[in-house]
């Protein structure tokens, strides 16, 4: 640090010349990352909140008023009459909350003390952050020929260690919902924590099942559902960050609870302790400014987007991985390597990523691509072909 103060304006515009080196959600060219640009008038919120702590609530009695508003909401959205949990920095820590719950549960009422999760080949990397830090071992279960969890592989791994068992809402990847009810029933029979990690799904599926797509319940009306990660800062349009946990009952939170002495409150059952009250404004604001019917067109828009590049990609002779459920499209040049074939199209100024379950371009068709954005895309496409 220097030793004087600096002119605000010098030090905006040296803000400025580097923020000029980020990649814009505007330009249309991020293609492989899961968020988006926030809606405007949901930052307008966030800057209202910045100062405001949920770490210590009892001083943001109105704010934490608007997160329990916000979690009852999302739970309502997820069949969820009565719903506890926090809006969180993001999937990562929504995941490590759901495990951390399920270990400590496991732990109290199992007397299990070497725990093992039960996670897809499929599964976002967060899972093994939080089994690193939380001292589990990962197990993981095989894929169908769909790359969808199977369900006898999923079976036969399941142990008297077991104190959690994942399944995705919309991979990472490649979009898909493994077969969430069924595995439901087996967690239930077998008294396993159930976590549906719908950090990417879940602010799309619902209002999809709603606008009639044919897309299956991954919810809290199948009984064996524990906890949904959700993110409002993925599909949402909430600002970065906001993630978001909901839990079934509210003893998945006390089994997490730690005491804070110098707190407002007496336990705290977050990982973090002082905490934004901004992404839970921007939330509550974004959610009650779209409403059902907003998301839905929301949802429906990206999806026509999806099908719009899957069909022309096929007729221009790529092979695609799998016909998408939600707005994420893989896909593979028949006689270019996945990597390669990325470098092309960065080289056009395109940001795809290469997926690695099967290797494979990977395309997140977020809020910022638009038509034109795909039409150009398509071009390119057919002169690399
Ligand atoms: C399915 C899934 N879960 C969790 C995460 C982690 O979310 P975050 O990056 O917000 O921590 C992601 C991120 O892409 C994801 O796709």
Redesign the pocket.
């Known amino acids: 640090m220097q030793d004087k103060p600096i002119d605000k304006q010098d030090i905006l515009k040296e803000l400025e010349e580097l923020h000029k080196l980020d990649y814009k959600y505007s330009d249309g060219r991020i293609l492989g990352s ?1 968020c988006t640009e926030a809606h405007p008038f949901a930052k307008e919120v966030y800057f209202k909140f910045l100062d405001t702590n949920l770490g210590d609530p009892g001083l943001f009695k109105g704010t934490k008023h608007i997160e329990t508003e916000v979690i009852n909401s999302i739970g309502e959205l997820l069949s969820l009459d009565e719903a506890y949990g926090n809006i969180v920095t ?4 929504a ?1 490590l909350m759901a495990i951390r719950a399920a270990r400590n549960h496991a732990r109290k009422y199992k007397g299990i003390v070497d725990g093992e999760i039960i996670i897809p080949e499929s599964a ?1 990397f ?1 899972f093994k952050k939080a089994a690193d830090m939380l001292n589990l071992k990962i197990v993981e279960a095989k894929l169908d020929e769909n790359y969808k969890i199977d369900v006898d592989a999923l079976k036969d791994v399941i142990s008297d260690k077991t104190v959690a068992i994942v399944a ?1 809402a ?3 990847e490649l979009g898909l919902i493994d077969p969430i009810e069924e595995i439901s029933k087996i967690a239930f029979e077998n008294n396993i924590y159930f976590h549906v ?1 719908a ?2 799904g879940g602010f799309s599926i619902p209002f999809l099942r709603m606008a009639g797509y044919d897309l299956p319940v991954f919810d809290f009306s199948l009984p064996g559902v524990c906890s949904i ?1 959700v ?1 409002p ?1 993925k599909m949402g349009l909430a600002p970065i960050p906001a ?1 978001g946990i909901i839990f079934r009952k509210e003893e998945y939170l006390e089994v997490m609870a730690v005491d804070s002495p110098y707190l407002t409150v007496k336990t705290q059952s977050t990982i973090v302790g002082t905490r934004l009250g901004a992404s839970s404004a921007a939330t509550f604001a974004i959610m009650k400014y779209f409403g059902k019917e907003g998301y839905c067109d929301l949802a429906e828009n990206m999806m026509k987007n999806t099908r719009f590049l899957y069909e022309e990609i096929i007729k221009i002779g790529y092979d695609v991985v799998c016909r998408p459920e939600l707005n994420i499209i893989a896909f593979n040049h028949p006689k270019m390597e996945a990597g390669l074939l990325a470098e092309k199209l960065e080289k056009r100024g395109w940001k795809v990523s290469v997926a690695k379950c099967p290797v494979a371009i990977r395309m997140v068709l977020m809020n910022h691509i638009k038509m034109n954005h795909l039409k150009e895309l398509v071009e390119d496409l057919k002169e690399i072909f």
């Open positions: 899961m993001g999937g990562t820590e995941n976002h967060s995705i919309g991979t990472t990690d950090a990417f990660t993110d800062h993630g």
